[in-house]
DNA sequence: GTGAGCGATTAAACCGGTTTAAACACTCAC
DNA sequence: GTGAGTGTTTAAACCGGTTTAATCGCTCAC
């Protein structure tokens, strides 16, 4: 019994073919006998033979893997709800299909470019993922010139030469705002991600319309960063307003968390002097005190649905791939939002 | 201007060598004259002439990745702290050595040892990180008949074949339960981990002995799952035991986050009725209200250590790889423990 | 009986590197 | 002048698959 793995040449000797007849069988191309087939498959299964995927990958030029290149801070990026569960989707897709999925995480502004171009360069996947879109992203020429295919999570705003896997945050917070008018609020305030950021940008505009709508306008918007710190800089400076707003809407539950126990640090009742919604419905969320209206989207499907678009543009012959819309967030209430108390 | 990528036979053609010759140089092998070499690295140069990987992975049988198989629940791994900062330090040693790091993600039970097994005959990476580990794990017998090299993140009470890379969990909990200990708290509660991961034992086992060096028993142990539920539940118990404990050491933030918002819905204030202690230092343990007493490590460090144990493994020459101990956890004070109010 | 036509099969080239063994050029000793 | 020895270089095999072009064995038509 020797310990090395068998290769096709050993599958070949022991069903009287050649190598030739294996490689055919095993992908199911036509023209050869059924019989043979049979005999060929069952050797293979004898010997326990799967082919090698390092010689595959060099004689049909593909990686069989996909790239996620994540561009931020390792510090920001902990608790961070959505890429776990994504990572989650996108797996439940390439494991079947024996694919693997290369990770890389680089700090914003170095390394990113690089880290394209080397899982390019290096041909270590067939294509990536590209999450936090930003506006005029400098990643999609970059991919273009490289020739790696990519899905956009979420859309650009100018045509792209890639597929888009979207999920609108809209309408999750323009409800956020509509729960909020319904509890008497008026002076609503928002804490915005950074602007460069597509979805970012999203929540805020739709923050504006929703105001808008019903013929108001912003107590203020603070753009920040989507950390804790950054979300506590931002809620002081909104507490300290001469007319303090009576609910503030956050870009994310990290924001809002963090915001919140800033406003209780400044002696504030949470929902009684101050209403409170986040972003995300991380598993946080749920549990601290009050607990966090917030908004909830579906990361593991998002992850699901861009491989599977992904996978659609490699193995593809060349003609579009239509985008694909999930279904778009949707609020949860709980208890940090709450009536106006009539001052 | 071709667009196809240079080979090696086009840089040996350039430089008026044999393939051979350009492999002897770029891999710095003696034998060749240095002019010769001089002449093969600036033909390779300016072709902008770069080894193919796979080429390479198929004739050298590596696969010049590490991997790294997460078991948990999705859900449970958001809002992780440990993981993206340990890849970004394993990132951080991978990436100046051309290295790719293969993530899998799998729900616990199910598929682990697929996943394993996957990576493993599909040739995808060199070794594994073998992380949360468990008691008898059973994941080492799986790797060693795998023959796939691995480094265990914390070291298994058994003798393993695997160098161990190891950060102490124990000292920063001894430190918690001192701080608690100084503050005049006697009845104290611990919230563990589950019990078969030696990193939960070993924090739970610090806790017992920690108390036992002060003459005191633990005023009850509830053994959970470091999920936000699991807090909560484990919490409302303790809460509810006829000699309420006055203060509860957590096995991690999550678990402490989730406890303390209890604890507050219960109608309890922190720290003035109850002293709580995290474990992690995860990004809202500073931020949530009161702020989180908790404990220290450095993931990224851990991540840093544990990919160069394991490529020290894999490039070695069968001789023992030394295990590695890292700097401990260390406790954080935050303002969730005070000083015990008498009742 | 011969050749065309067709399905089944195979030999060999190929992917792009690494590695081994042999060949080569050159100096030096005898 | 020959042989041994040394330092360079190369041809060719190899890794384990895929793919192309050629071959083989048949049947069938004329």
Known sequence: MSKERPTIADVATRAGVSKGAVSFALNGRPG????????ILAAADELGWRPSNRARSLSVSKAFALGLVITRDPGVLSSDP???????GVE?????????????VVAPGE??????????????????????????????????????PAVTLNRPEVP????????DDRPGTIAVVQHLLELGHRRI???????????????????????????????????????????IESTKRLLALPDRPTAIVYANDRMAIAGMGAAQQAGLRIPDDLSVA????SELAEFVHPGLTTVRADPHAFGEAAARTLNQLIDGDGSAVPDVELQPARLIIRRSTAHLEDS
């Open 32 to 39: 050869l006998a059924r019989t043979t087939v049979d005999r």
């Open 160 to 167: 792209s030469p890639f597929p888009a896997v979207c999920l």
């Open 82 to 88: 959505f890429f776990p569960a994504f990572i989650g």
């Open 111 to 148: 390394g990113e470019e690089a880290g394209y171009r080397r899982l390019a360069q290096d041909g270590r996947v067939d294509g990536v993922f590209l999450s936090d879109l930003r506006h005029n992203d400098p990643r999609i020429d970059l991919l273009t010139s490289l020739g790696l």
């Open 189 to 231: 305030a928002h804490v915005a991600g950074p602007q460069d950021f597509v979805h970012a940008t999203a929540r805020t505009e739709a923050f504006v319309s929703a105001l808008a709508e019903a013929g108001l306008q912003p107590a203020a918007i603070e753009t920040s960063d989507f950390t804790a710190v950054g979300g």
């Open 92 to 104: 439940s897709v390439l494991a079947p299909r024996g694919q693997a999925l290369v990770l890389q």
């Open 278 to 281: 986040g972003f995300d419905d």
